[in-house]
């Protein structure tokens, strides 16, 4: 908790057409109260500290577009637009997200965009590289804590899996915290997420307490929240969803096959890894017993099943 | 170090200072949006969180349930995060209509004043939009020039130096009040003595010194009965005008500073006496080179380096000073000094003998006579060893201990001749009769403690003061007692 350590707090924002679209017509929740709310939240999180660092991410289903700080400006605009007093900061760095939000809901969506996943990992990627490129760049100074706020609203798509996993472990290496806020239905991926990375995981129930959840619960810095922060009755977080998602048809197994020598996971036996194109050539009653060998259901995480075997 | 006034030049931080401060003045200085941010920033950590929790929450929150918020281990956190936020008023106790418990309510001001400046809305700040491009605009070196330029006529004025930048009356008050000059009168000429605390006052990095310099010029401000608050807001906008930029400069050395620091300028301002004060503080700021305003009328002005020393002063209060050493202090007693700045000639002077100037490098001595003028004049052996420590030379950092040791030891020596003597007052008692009396009385005063001195063959004998009285009525006693 040294007060000189940087802060790099890097907003993933769902902006999936299809939910948002859905939750309108049914009344139940609309895209720019959130936006507000998030406003406000990053607004707060500027001013806790002058030197913290902040970015956001629209994920798109088909694309995650950075709404601040706006790319096509690059340093010279970051440098030069800081205002001269920090109520004019934080104007700046909303004028920027709002309209650069604008712009993406205007553009539209095409008839490709008409999924009902978003591009999470994806943006989690790109969040990573910023906060990649944010710590070599102050190399010479302390070291900063970097966290990723992912806002989910659209469902898991078992497809991302492989690519999220990638970036849960790239993640966890960069000693990135990963904290999601999840408004639709529970993310089994994402609480795999928060539990490696030791980020914090709620589902926030109702539109209107949004903004109180943020400020209570993700404006804390991790290392804070964990020592001295009470923020749940319960301590441990109630069963994550720890399933794997196989490589053949992008769908969650608890038992699966696995390759010996990638460990790459499948539905179904078939006899050439897909993956690293191993031939399995054992004779049938080893094949057998092979195919018997389970991958246990439930095991603390998905190396460990894999490495089971 | 008995006859030396010893002091300690105390350096509040913001924090400590503003909780000084009553509670009706914190309450009208939350007034203005910049102000508490300020204030909420200089916040310990858990207490910006806690203020964040409840700023939506109109209700107050009951003492239980503010302690359940932090961990068991956090429990002396969690105590001062709440001290903090009441000595400041943020949160005020207040008693739930219910009448059984207490609980905490965020300061109304407060609260509305963070929301504008976290939603908008309220007036907008200052800004010199109206006043089209600055045809003078300054670039960074310029300011820069310019601010170290008047803080060093104001060193130079301390250390005594003949200098043709006098400064203004109004500063040499400041300085004398704050206790880092002496003023006194000689021959019907007045001069001006550094004092030990501005020895430490020179010794300090130029963030500190400017610090310390804004919280004396505050207290001098409200000795004066002048209203602080629009002062210390002005102050505090003032510091904000560069908090933004604080982290580029460093992290961009490249990035040309001028057109981030765009001209503030205090906009449309009436002419109530308040607002005089403010112009006239900007007078002073402007002399103490915070902040650059071309002509006096100009209607717009720079802040400058120096004031975003404040902003990152408040922020972390162990700056250490980034300028690199420039002294090597030898065994012989001689000192190089290689630089240009008059300033640092001059303080070097206060403690050493010029022996050769040449145009990048000076040779000082120390001698006993200097080090002793030294002395005198209040600075301690520890004050020059650290000074000499502080700007060493990177070549001189390398040695272990920095400062060899035959010269520190010297210098410090050389300071204790001084202390030779120490005087104590006493009360001398002589002519006794007989000898017996005189070992009488002397045994007794030794037993006190009180006997200074004795001379057994002239029978004199010297009791403190304070026991004089004591041994004066065992006297009388006894003389009763053998008399009869």
């Not at chain 2, 601010?147 to 104001?154: F, G, N």
Request: hydrophobic content about 40%.
């Amino acid at each position: 908790m040294d007060p000189g350590e940087q802060q790099v707090l890097v907003v993933i924002f769902d902006v999936s057409p299809v939910w948002w679209g859905l939750k309108s017509l049914q009344g139940q929740a609309h895209i720019t109260k959130f936006f507000d709310s998030l406003i406000i939240f990053m607004n707060s999180y500027l001013m806790l500290h002058s030197d913290n660092k902040l970015a956001v991410i629209a994920s798109h289903s088909t694309k995650s577009i950075f709404l601040y700080p706006p790319p096509q400006a690059g340093n010279e605009q970051n440098s030069s637009e800081y205002g001269d007093c920090r109520d004019k900061h934080f104007a700046v760095v909303d004028n920027a997200i709002i309209s650069s939000f604008k712009t993406l809901m205007s553009d539209g969506c095409e008839e490709k965009d008409m999924r009902s996943d978003s591009l999470i990992a994806g943006s989690m990627a790109n969040a990573l590289c910023y906060i990649h490129r944010i710590t070599q760049e102050l190399e010479s100074r302390e070291r900063a804590s970097s966290r990723i706020l992912v806002v989910k609203a659209a469902d898991d798509a078992a497809s991302q899996y492989m690519s999220f996993m990638n970036v849960i472990f790239a993640a966890q290496k960069e000693h990135v915290v990963v904290d999601s806020c999840v408004l639709g239905q529970d993310s089994g991926l994402l609480q795999q997420a928060c539990d490696m990375t030791g980020g914090l995981y709620l589902k926030v129930p109702s539109q209107y307490a949004f903004l109180q959840y943020l400020l209570t619960a993700f404006l804390t810095e991790p290392e804070l929240r964990k020592d001295s922060l009470v923020l749940s009755r319960t301590k441990s977080l109630h069963s994550v969803d720890y399933r794997a998602a196989c490589f053949c048809h992008r769908c969650l197994v608890e038992v699966g096959f696995v390759c010996s020598v990638c460990l790459s996971i499948f539905c179904q036996f078939s006899p050439i890894c897909s993956t690293c194109e191993t031939v399995f050539r054992p004779s049938s009653l080893v094949l057998k017993s092979r195919k018997k060998r389970k991958v246990p259901s439930r095991s603390s995480s998905p190396c460990t099943d894999a490495s089971i075997k | 170090m008995n006859g030396i006034e010893r002091v300690k030049l105390e350096c509040k931080s913001l924090h400590q200072y503003l909780c000084t401060l009553p509670q009706a003045l914190l309450e009208s200085l939350y007034e203005h949006p910049a102000t508490c941010t300020v204030v909420f920033r200089e916040l310990p950590q858990l207490a910006k969180y806690y203020v964040m929790r409840v700023l939506f929450v109109d209700k107050p929150i009951t003492k239980v349930a503010v302690t359940s918020w932090a961990t068991n281990e956090a429990r002396s956190e969690h105590t001062e995060a709440v001290a903090a936020l009441c000595d400041l008023h943020v949160w005020n106790e207040v008693i739930l209509p219910g009448g059984v418990s207490s609980a905490y309510s965020l300061s109304f001001t407060f609260r509305k004043n963070l929301q504008k400046t976290l939603i908008g809305g309220g007036e907008s700040w200052s800004s010199t939009a109206h006043l089209g491009p600055d045809k003078h605009a300054k670039d960074v070196a310029e300011l820069d020039k310019y601010a170290t330029e008047r803080w060093e006529a104001l060193l130079h004025f301390l250390v005594g130096s003949a200098s043709n930048s006098a400064i203004s009356q109004d500063l040499q008050d400041l300085l004398v009040q704050s206790g880092l000059i002496r003023v006194g009168e000689e021959d019907g000429r007045r001069y001006t003595n550094i004092t030990a605390k501005g020895f430490q006052f020179l010794l300090l990095d130029s963030g500190s010194q400017v610090w310390f310099f804004v919280l004396e010029y505050l207290n001098w401000v409200r000795d004066r009965g002048m209203n602080l608050v629009p002062i210390l807001r002005f102050i505090f906008e003032l510091s904000f005008s560069s908090v933004g930029k604080v982290s580029k400069v460093c992290s961009l050395p490249n990035v040309t500073w001028s057109q981030s620091t765009k001209a503030k300028f205090l906009q449309d301002l009436p002419t109530d006496g308040k607002d005089d004060r403010v112009l006239q503080c900007l007078q002073h700021f402007r002399e103490m080179g915070l902040v650059m305003q071309r002509k006096r009328t100009s209607r717009r002005f720079y802040p400058t380096r120096l004031v975003i020393n404040i902003a990152s002063r408040m922020q972390n209060s162990s700056s250490s000073a980034l300028s690199t050493g420039f002294i090597i202090a030898e065994t012989n007693y001689r000192i190089y000094a290689y630089t240009n700045s008059e300033l640092q000639y001059a303080i070097l002077a206060l403690f050493c003998e010029m022996l050769y100037r040449f145009p990048n490098v000076c040779v000082l001595q120390l001698t006993r006579e200097s080090v002793q003028t030294a002395v005198v004049n209040g600075i301690t052996a520890d004050q020059i060893l650290h000074f000499i420590r502080a700007n060493a030379h990177p070549d001189m950092l390398k040695n272990d201990p920095v400062i060899a040791p035959t010269l520190a030891d010297q210098v410090r020596l050389w300071a204790m001749e001084r202390d030779r003597l120490t005087f104590q007052e006493g009360v001398l008692y002589n002519q006794f009769l007989a000898q017996h009396d005189f070992e009488v009385l002397r045994n007794y005063a030794r037993e006190l403690g009180a006997l200074v001195w004795e001379n057994a063959a002239k029978r004199n004998m010297i009791v403190t003061k304070d026991a004089h009285d004591q041994v004066k009525r065992y006297w009388k006693r006894y003389k009763k007692e053998s008399g009869t």
